[in-house]
Nanobody, 124 residues
Framework: QVQLVESGGGLVQAGGSLRLSCLAP????????MGWFRQAPGKEREFVAS????????YYADSMKGRFTISRDRAKNTVYLQMNSLKSEDTAVYYC?????????????????WGQGTQVTVSS
């Protein structure tokens, strides 16, 4: 089963930064749109950001605009999520996902492949 692999989560103080990475298993994923989602305890999985397969178009949830940046290195089969000015409400498990077609989709069920998630904890 194809699975993406996230890394980079951890514990950080409010106002700090983290960079998450998502490694795709094959070169085929360079043609996929990629997204980041997060899920806090007791809450539904929510959209964070996504990026087109070319890396030229990005989308963000309103609450992440200006603080988070999604990017991809197609040569390394890797997608990144740079998170700055972190807040306690950003605490969640962050998931990487991929899909074919339109990159601006914010619904988790529209994504085909997922990683196992990485925990981000922001202390206040």
């Amino acid at each position: 089963q194809v699975q993406l692999v996230e890394s980079g989560g951890g514990l950080v103080q409010a106002g700090g930064s983290l960079r998450l990475s998502c490694l795709a298993p094959t070169r085929a994923f360079t043609m996929y749109a990629m997204g980041w989602f997060r899920q806090a305890p007791g809450k539904e999985r929510e959209f964070v950001a996504s990026i087109s397969w070319t890396g030229t178009t990005t989308y963000y949830a309103d609450s992440m605009k200006g603080r988070f940046t999604i990017s991809r290195d197609r040569a390394k089969n890797t997608v990144y999520l740079q998170m700055n000015s972190l807040k306690s409400e950003d605490t969640a498990v962050y998931y990487c996902a991929s899909k074919t077609g339109e990159p601006g989709v914010r619904v988790p069920n529209e994504y085909d492949y997922w990683g196992q998630g990485t925990q981000v904890t922001v202390s206040s």
